[in-house]
C-alpha cells in the first residue's frame, strides 16, 4: 500500500501515461513484481497509438498467455479510447562478470576463504536495488569495490564485462530472430568474432554450429555460422546469414530453420548470445530485466607477490589482461572436452576475412 497507493490515487483509475500503466497493472495483477511500460513512439520505427508493456511475476520469469490475454482485456477498461495495449515477454539482459581478485597472502588464511567471501559478497550485489528490475543499472565502479571491500587481504581487481541474451528459437521451422542489448558492442577485432553464442542445430548441417560476426566498419557487420573441430581451424558453414549493428547493439538473423540447441533453461532450448560491452556500466532500457547471473560469473584469485614482499621489483608479478579472451563460442562441459580452441587461436589459425562476404 505504501508503495503502490500514491499513484493509484494519481491515476484516478485512467491509463494515459506510461506511469499510470505501472501504477495499475500490480493492482489488477498482484502478482506483479516489476513492470515496465514504454510507448509505440520510442521504438525505431516508431509504432504509434501502442502502449507495450513487459510484466516480471513474483513466481517463475514469464507470465503466462491466459493471464496476458486477461490483462489485455482488463486494461481496456482504463485506456483511452484507440490506445493499443500489448503485453510483452519479458526480455532478460545478462550480466557475466569475470574476476581476477589480487590478494595478499600475508593476511590471509588462504585463497580459497577469501574467495568464498567475495562470492558471498557477488551474490548480494546481485540481489540488490541495484539490479533484478527494468531500468536498472550495473555499476561497474561500485562494483569493483564490492570486490575490493570483500576482505583486508584483497589489494585491487580486474573484472571483465559480457552482456547476454538468451533466444529461443522457433524449432523445426523457418523464423527470423532479432536480439536487442540495448548497450553498444565492443569491436575487439576486426578479424571477427566479436560475438559468440552457444552451439545448435540447422535444418540441412550435420554438425553442431556457433554464430558469429565479421565487421564491414565500425557500425555494422555480417553474421555467419561455424563449426569447430577440436584444434583445427574454426571453419565457416553459412556465411551472410543476417546483420549485426554494433552501436545500437542489434543482432538481425535471416530466416533459419533451427532444430535442435546444445542448451536448455527448464526444459526450454535456447542459444546463448553474448558480447563485450563498449561501456561497463550496462542498463536494461525499456524492456529489458537486468539480471547479474552468478552462475555464469567467475572469481580467480590471484597472489599479489609485490604487496606481499615476495618479490618487490615485480619481475614476477602475475599480469592480468583487462579484455575479453576465451573461447569463440559457448561451449557446454562436453564440448569444452572436444575443442579447446579459443579467440587468441583465431590469429594462427585463420579468421573468416577471406570469405566472400
Same mark, same amino acid.
Given at each position: ?12 483509475n485512467r491509463? =494515459? *501515461?506510461?506511469?499510470?500503466?505501472? @501504477?495499475?497493472? $500490480?493492482?489488477? #495483477? $498482484?502478482?506483479t513484481? /516489476? !513492470? ?25 520469469? #514469464? !507470465?503466462?498467455?491466459?493471464?496476458k ?5 482488463? %486494461?481496456?477498461?482504463?485506456?483511452? @479510447?484507440?490506445?493499443? +495495449? ?30 568464498t =567471501?567475495?562470492?558471498n559478497?557477488?551474490?548480494?550485489? @546481485? ?28 589489494t585491487?581487481?580486474?573484472?571483465k ?8 528459437? @522457433?524449432?523445426? &521451422? ?18 571477427? #568474432?566479436n ?15 556457433? %554464430? ?6 565500425? &557500425? ?15 571453419? !565457416?558453414?553459412?556465411?551472410?546469414v543476417? *546483420? ?7 543482432? %538481425? %538473423?535471416? $530466416? ?8 536448455? =533453461?527448464?526444459d526450454?532450448?535456447i ?7 563498449? /561501456? ?15 552462475n ?6 590471484v /597472489? ?7 618479490? +618487490? ?6 599480469a ?11 561451449? *557446454? ?5 572436444? *575443442? ?11 579468421? $573468416? ?5
Open positions: 500500500m505504501k508503495r503502490f497507493a500514491p499513484k493509484i490515487y494519481s491515476t484516478f491509463a =494515459v *501515461t506510461a506511469n499510470d500503466y505501472e @501504477a495499475l497493472i $500490480p493492482k489488477i #495483477y $498482484p502478482e513484481e /516489476s !513492470v515496465s511500460v514504454f510507448g509505440g513512439e520510442e521504438l525505431s520505427p516508431p509504432q504509434y497509438g501502442k502502449v507495450f508493456v513487459t510484466i516480471k511475476p513474483f513466481y517463475g520469469p #514469464y !507470465v503466462p498467455d491466459s493471464i490475454t486477461n490483462l489485455n482485456t482488463l %486494461l481496456r477498461k482504463y485506456s483511452v @479510447a484507440g490506445i493499443v +495495449t500489448e503485453i510483452l515477454d519479458l526480455k532478460y539482459l545478462y550480466v557475466e562478470a569475470h574476476i581476477n581478485a589480487y590478494y595478499n597472502p600475508n593476511l590471509a588464511a588462504d585463497s580459497s576463504s577469501v574467495k =567471501v567475495v562470492l559478497n557477488v551474490n548480494k550485489y @546481485a540481489d540488490s536495488a541495484d539490479m533484478n528490475k527494468y531500468g536498472a543499472k550495473f555499476k561497474y565502479s561500485k562494483f569493483q569495490s564490492v570486490v575490493d571491500n570483500s576482505n583486508d587481504s584483497i585491487s581487481n580486474i573484472t564485462i559480457e552482456i547476454r541474451r538468451d533466444m529461443k528459437p @522457433a524449432l523445426n &521451422r523457418n523464423a527470423e530472430y532479432e536480439l536487442c542489448f540495448g548497450n553498444s558492442f565492443y569491436i575487439k577485432s576486426d578479424d571477427g #568474432y560475438i559468440k553464442s552457444s552451439g545448435f542445430n540447422v535444418f540441412g548441417m550435420s554438425d553442431t554450429v556457433y %554464430l558469429s560476426d565479421i565487421p564491414d566498419n565500425n &557500425r555494422m557487420g555480417k553474421l555467419f555460422l561455424f563449426k569447430l573441430d577440436g584444434r583445427n581451424s574454426p571453419t !565457416v558453414v553459412s556465411s551472410n543476417g *546483420t549485426i549493428d554494433y552501436e545500437r547493439a542489434e543482432i %538481425l %538473423l535471416k $530466416p533459419i530453420n533451427i532444430t535442435g540447441t546444445s542448451k536448455k =533453461v527448464q526450454i532450448p542459444i546463448e548470445v553474448s558480447a563485450c560491452p563498449q /561501456s561497463n556500466d550496462i542498463v536494461g532500457l525499456q524492456d529489458l530485466y537486468l539480471q547479474l547471473d552468478i555464469s560469473s567467475t572469481v580467480d584469485m /597472489s599479489d607477490n609485490i604487496t606481499s614482499g615476495e618479490n +618487490t621489483a615485480g619481475t614476477l608479478y602475475t592480468t589482461s583487462s579484455y575479453m579472451v576465451g573461447n569463440i563460442a559457448r561451449l *557446454t562441459e562436453e564440448e569444452s572436452v572436444n *575443442t579447446t580452441l579459443t579467440s587468441s587461436d583465431t590469429y594462427i589459425l585463420g579468421s $573468416p576475412t577471406s570469405l566472400p562476404y
